[in-house]
């Protein structure tokens, strides 16, 4: 800490004397013409030949990552936000205050820079500068020797420090926007509209999740963050549209993991006049299009150490029959209740009193089945009891016609044809409320407007939710949520 308080006094010394100089440390109005990618791109494989040829000068604007000095000769690297290129200051080429400016600049000053490019007797692309501008003056170094940000809480606290240090981590948030565009552009080839809901909601509903609590001063009324848009959504197809999509954030109250984080980004489409299993296809279109779309057409992808196949079909497994195939769980401990709940204590799980025996069994599937499912799966026929929207299924009423995907052992979708008879979603919520008063809170609160609109009339329909983040985990081979998530939730820093 007494270096890096060192270094910053030297800094700042240094920007109080190039401001007694006159020279401005954080100036506006010096637009820039060119990106480096457009150069790599035009001139990459240009030979210097071509290069000396080529009389045309290019302003480019970047942050320095390194400098090198050899006498009247300083090489720098320049980086923007998406490459970086060599620049070369030579004191012949350049005005004598702009160089005894550059002799002054340090690594993370942000510079524009007017120049023609060359290739160096390394055959380097660069850029001979013949005019620099200091845009910004840096205050704070850069971690030690640019790479020198190893610690991960440190890189997720600061990200913006994250970002200049490492291109992987600049590349995995690009390649996150690409995966949300290209999920756009699936569903409305598909004839869904993207549609916006209430993100503040006087009813928590859609999940079962305990929500965030806020209150509206001027309405003088509770609010809740939302943990779902799904009531709000078939609300829409209750009222004529058909196909309807959200892309936005969802909050919940919960624990913090690799695999969660408070607010997350959801995906969630409904579909009119289709079933759980029409989501099925396409859910496996989607995938297909977002590997032809972000993945070089490739339908395989690394990640952590697995070998994922993405190409369809996947698939398909019943929950019952998942948890005796996979998860090895006795039959016995499957049908009779005493015996599950026995089986439970054995793996160190335990019932709460409004739990029942289709709650039990999905605690044990998390445990002893869902690990397990490396390649694209999709679980289908859960209990009536963990599925409050879900419509009951025909030939067994005990279960709903829903499935979860799973993919390299993390649950990515949920999906369920729906519940569009008021009268049962209203003992459904009833029973809920039971639960809350046993203590259970996740459970649904009763949503009576809700009800009201199925009275109007939802058609027969099917939605599903996908955890975009986790979507993108799997892409990119990210180890953890917070690796996709720009700015993730984190304790209080500590305070020196």
Known sequence: MDDLNAVMRERMEKAQELEREGIPIFPNGYPVAHHIIDLLDRFGSATGEELEAHEESFTIGGRIVSIRSFGKSIFMH??????????????????????????????GD?????????????????LLVTDLVLLTKNLRPLPEKYHGLKDIETRYRQRYVDLIVHESVRETFRKRARIVQAVRDFLTSKGFLEVETPMMQPIPGGATAKPFKTF??????????????????????VGGFDRVFELNRNFRNEGVSTQHNPEFTMLEFYQAFATYE???????????????????????????????????????????????CIGNVPREAIQDPSRCAEYARGLGLAAERFEGHGKLLTKIFDLTVEPKLIQPTFVSHYPLEVSPLSRRNDEDPSLVDRFELFIAGKEIANAFSELNDP?????????????????????????????RALEYGLPPAAGEGIGIDRVVMLFTDSPSIRDVILFPHLRPEKKI
């Open 78 to 107: 320049l980086l923007d936000s998406e490459s970086r290129i060599q620049i070369y200051v030579q004191k012949n080429h350049i005005q004598e205050a702009d160089y005894r400016l550059v002799k002054k600049l340090d690594v």
């Open 110 to 126: 942000i510079v524009r820079v007017t120049g023609r490019l060359f290739r160096t007797r390394t055959n380097e692309l660069t």
């Open 216 to 237: 509206h001063n001027a309405l003088g009324m509770e609010l809740y963050l939302r943990i779902a848009p799904e009531l709000y959504l078939k609300r829409l197809l």
């Open 278 to 324: 029409d989501l099925m296809s396409v859910t496996e279109e989607l995938f297909a299009h977002l590997c032809r779309s972000v993945n070089g057409g490739e339908f395989e992808l690394d990640y952590q150490g697995h070998r994922i196949q993405l190409a369809g079909p996947w698939q398909r497994l019943r929950f019952l029959e998942s948890l005796e």
């Open 423 to 451: 009268r049962d979603q209203r003992e459904r919520f009833l029973r809920q409320l039971e639960a809350r008063r046993e203590g259970d809170e996740e459970a649904h609160e009763m949503d009576e407007d809700y009800i």
